[in-house]
């Protein structure tokens, strides 16, 4: 599923403060249609700084909004290292418990830094996900390529992405980057990755099949991966240019001057 003509909107900012601002009032202006809405987070520096925004919003969010998590470390909750953790601590601990749908890594090997080792762990976490987005999810039919499947639905879907144009934990040449028939797949970082542990992520259809993709980027590591994304003649082959352009929802980009520079 694809669309032909991809016309995301862009807004650039000075820095990632304003990156931060810019997110947060289009997150805002959503609730305010009066549905409670779903999130899926990302881990990053720049979508940490939008947590610690919206919670000037509480009072909007409570009861308003369900947090899911785009991708997670399978390493035990309270650690450090985990997606769930940088979110907890910048605006989770003030969201009632029952609105966050997190990952559950029990099942898992995650100190493991061979790919062969917690394999049977990491599926095991994914599958217990994607039972819990099927759940807590409205479900559409998605049809592509002899697969007839549900699809979860999410409102809104933050990313940010790495260097090597790296989404969730979408890696290139990785399982997830492939996977066509599942909604959650488990993932291994690329060599240069660290930390090298098992993680399990939304797949390439959710985010395509989310109302709203909200790509925050700052920095000019990121400013190659944009323009290939953005290009019409030679569009990157880096993970999250793949994708994005097969969004059925609006796609905004909020960048920063040095990712948006020459686009």
């Given amino acids: ?6 016309h995301p909107l862009i807004e650039i900012c000075q820095d990632p403060d304003a990156i931060s601002e810019v997110a947060r ?4 202006q959503i609730l305010q249609k009066g549905r409670p809405i779903t999130i899926a987070l990302s881990g990053g520096s720049t979508p940490k700084k939008l947590y610690h925004t919206l919670c000037k919003d509480l009072s909007l969010i409570h009861n308003n909004v369900t947090f899911f998590l785009g991708d997670e470390r399978l390493y035990p909750v309270e650690n450090d290292q985990t997606n769930y953790h940088m979110a907890f601590q910048a605006l989770l601990h003030k969201v009632p418990s029952n609105q966050v749908i997190g990952v559950d890594p029990t099942a898992a090997i995650a ?10 762990g ?6 217990d996900y994607e039972a819990k987005l099927h759940q807590r999810l409205p479900l559409t039919r998605w049809v592509e390529n002899g697969n007839d499947m549900t699809m979860p639905v999410i409102d809104i879907v933050l990313l940010g992405f790495g260097s090597d144009g790296h989404t969730a934990s979408i890696f290139p040449d990785s399982i997830a980057s492939r996977e066509t028939a599942r909604t959650v797949s488990i ?13 399990v992520s939304i797949t390439p259809h959710v985010i395509q099949n989310a109302r709203q993709v909200i790509v925050l980027a700052a920095g000019k590591d990121k400013n190659w991966v944009i323009k290939g994304i953005l290009s019409e003649e030679c569009p990157s082959e880096a993970p999250v240019s793949r994708f994005l352009r097969g969004c ?16």
């Fill in 1 to 6: 599923m694809s669309n032909t003509q991809f």
């Fill in 122 to 127: 990491a599926l095991a976490a994914a599958e």
């Fill in 248 to 263: 059925k929802g609006e796609v905004l980009f909020v960048l920063d001057r040095e990712a948006a520079a020459d686009i």
């Fill in 187 to 199: 993932a291994f970082p690329s060599p240069s990755m660290r930390p090298k542990v098992w993680r």
């Fill in 111 to 120: 100190t493991s830094e061979d790919e062969r080792g917690g394999v049977a």
């Fill in 25 to 28: 009032q289009k997150i805002i």
